[in-house]
T-cell receptor, first 109, second 114 residues
Framework: GQNIDQPTEMTATEGAIVQINCTYQ??????LFWYQQHAGEAPTFLSY??LDGLEEKGRFSSFLSRSKGYSYLLLKELQMKDSASYLC??????????WGAGTKLIIKP | IAGITQAPTSQILAAGRRMTLRCTQD?????MYWYRQDLGLGLRLIHY???????GKGEVPDGYSVSRANTDDFPLTLASAVPSQTSVYFC?????????????FGNGTRLTVT
C-alpha cells in the first residue's frame, strides 16, 4: 500500500531551526509537496520538489531524496506565527496526491 | 480576491438528512477536488473533477456524490448523512496545465452529524 510517514508533533524554540521529516512509499513518484495549515484554517502551499536536492524559499527550505523516499522541510529563524501543522503529500504515478497526517509544530518563546 | 468559497462554514445535521456543501472558485482552474480531514489522518480524497462535465471517485466516495456542470462550481452532496461523515470538508482546485500544480483550498466546512 501507499504510505506517508511524518512525526505527529514537534516542539521548537522561537529563533531556532527545525527540520520536519517525511518518508514515503508510493506507487510511482511525480513530485512531493509541503503545505502549511494553521489551526482551523485551510492548507496553503509551501513547496514542491520533483528532483533530488534542496529548494530554498526564504526561511523555508525543502529537500528531496527519491532513492531514499525521503524529504524534509527546514524552517529557519522560527517565529511564533510558524506554529502550525505541516503536511507532506506525494503525487503518485496516477497523479493522485497521497497525504501524510501532518506534523503539528509548536513554537515556544 | 480570487479564490475558493465554501458554504456553509459549519453545520450540525441530523442523521438521515440530505445536505449539499457548496464550492465555487473564480480562478478558472480546470481541476477541482473534495477532501475530508479527520484528526490523526491525512486528507482523504472523496471525489474529483478534472474538467467541467467529468467527475471521478477518490479514496472514500461512498455516501457522497458530486456534479460539475460548469468550471466554477463543484457541490458535494450527502444523500443520507451518517455520524461517520462528521468531519471537516475542504474543497480545492488546481490548474493542472501548470507544473507544478499546487492545490488551492477553500476555508472548509465543519460538519457534525448527530
Amino acid at each position: 500500500g501507499q504510505n506517508i510517514d511524518q512525526p505527529t508533533e514537534m516542539t521548537a524554540t522561537e529563533g531556532a531551526i527545525v527540520q520536519i521529516n517525511c518518508t514515503y512509499q508510493t506507487s510511482g513518484f511525480n513530485g512531493l509537496f509541503w503545505y502549511q495549515q494553521h489551526a482551523g484554517e485551510a492548507p496553503t502551499f509551501l513547496s514542491y520538489n520533483v528532483l533530488d536536492g534542496l529548494e530554498e524559499k526564504g526561511r523555508f527550505s525543502s529537500f528531496l531524496s527519491r532513492s531514499k523516499g525521503y524529504s524534509y522541510l527546514l524552517l529557519k529563524e522560527l517565529q511564533m506565527k510558524d506554529s502550525a501543522s505541516y503536511l507532506c503529500a506525494v503525487m503518485d504515478s496516477n497523479y493522485q496526491l497521497i497525504w501524510g497526517a501532518g506534523t503539528k509544530l509548536i513554537i515556544k518563546p | 480576491i480570487a479564490g475558493i468559497t465554501q458554504a456553509p462554514t459549519s453545520q450540525i445535521l441530523a442523521a438521515g438528512r440530505r445536505m449539499t456543501l457548496r464550492c465555487t472558485q473564480d480562478m478558472r482552474h480546470n481541476a477541482m477536488y473534495w477532501y475530508r480531514q479527520d484528526l490523526g489522518l491525512g486528507l482523504r480524497l472523496i471525489h474529483y473533477s478534472n474538467t467541467a462535465g467529468t467527475t471521478g471517485k477518490g479514496e472514500v466516495p461512498d455516501g457522497y456524490s458530486v456534479s460539475r456542470a460548469n468550471t466554477d462550481d463543484f457541490p458535494l452532496t450527502l444523500a443520507s448523512a451518517v455520524p461517520s461523515q462528521t468531519s471537516v470538508y475542504f474543497c480545492a482546485s488546481s490548474d493542472s496545465t501548470a507544473n507544478p500544480s499546487p492545490l488551492h483550498f477553500g476555508n472548509g466546512t465543519r460538519l457534525t452529524v448527530t
